[in-house]
């Protein structure tokens, strides 16, 4: 039964997908839309994704550097571990769960609200496609939330070299060297598609648990938990994915 009830909610997604392209909106309209999103989705992400970025990427190195205690390992090792961990994982993944709550959750509670006080229904009573109004401006600003990834990719090699430095764990010249070592600039676009395809899951699973669900105010807050958890799981199942065809 619950099987068949999973089932039930993927095709609904997808199908979810078609209506969004099915009738658009006047761009006169939309354009107002996208920038609302712009400014509510990314850069309003900013600041939390820079303190987070910047304080984890101090942490990765001053742990890396703890844990080299053979006297033979260089030092420039701290930059190399510190650059592969925020290319490769915490920028693209870790923060993507981050906002899979901060960005996630606003997305659920605001279609959610609409649902409840019955402003989604008045739109299509009026003709206009409410997915299409709703959903496809989300989908247009998360085109910039490669952006942000790459802020933090930088903001977390920056946050390792302070910590480095100025925690006395190495010298800059070792750290900026390590940075530089073996780099192979397939992980940055690797790092990017990942990007790209978490931002599409933050904007359409939100979305789809606020444009559906049902009840009163109370369901809104546990629509929010549900987008949460989803988006959180399928961001994690697609980058075991991505990872295995892209890096193996």
């Not at 033979?72 to 701290?78: D, E, S």
């Not at 996630?104 to 609409?114: A, D, E, H, L, Y």
């Not at 073996?182 to 444009?211: E, W």
Request: aromatic letters at 14%; zero cysteines; hydrophobic letters at 50%.
């Amino acid at each position: 039964m619950m099987l068949l009830r999973y089932l039930s909610q993927i095709g609904k997604y997808f199908l979810m997908w078609k209506e969004i392209f099915r009738k658009q909106t006047k761009w006169s309209v939309m354009k107002n839309l996208i920038f609302k999103e712009i400014d509510e989705l990314i850069i309003d992400s900013l600041g939390i994704v820079a303190f987070i970025s910047v304080f984890v990427g101090g942490v990765v190195a001053i742990q890396t550097a703890l844990n080299l205690d053979n006297p033979l390992i260089p030092k420039n090792l701290i930059g190399y571990a510190t650059r592969e961990s925020v290319i490769l994982e915490f920028s693209p993944t870790f923060i993507s769960i981050v906002m899979a709550g901060k960005m996630g959750s606003f997305i659920t509670s605001s279609i959610g609200s609409m649902r409840v006080t019955e402003q989604i229904d008045a739109l299509e009573v009026m003709g206009i496609n409410s997915l299409n109004y709703l959903v496809f401006p989300k989908l247009i600003a998360i085109i910039l939330y490669p952006f942000v990834i790459g802020i933090s990719m930088f903001l977390g090699v920056f946050g390792g070299y302070i910590a480095t430095v100025y925690g006395g764990f190495g010298t800059s010249i070792d750290f900026i060297n390590g940075v530089q070592s073996d780099f192979m600039p397939f992980h940055v676009t690797y790092a990017f598609i990942k990007t790209f395809i978490f931002g599409i899951l933050l904007a359409s699973v939100p979305s789809f648990h606020g444009y559906y669900m049902k009840g009163g105010a109370l369901e809104v807050g546990k629509a929010s938990t549900v987008a949460f958890v989803w988006t959180s799981v399928l961001i994690i199942f697609v980058n075991y994915l991505l990872t295995q065809l892209l890096l193996t």
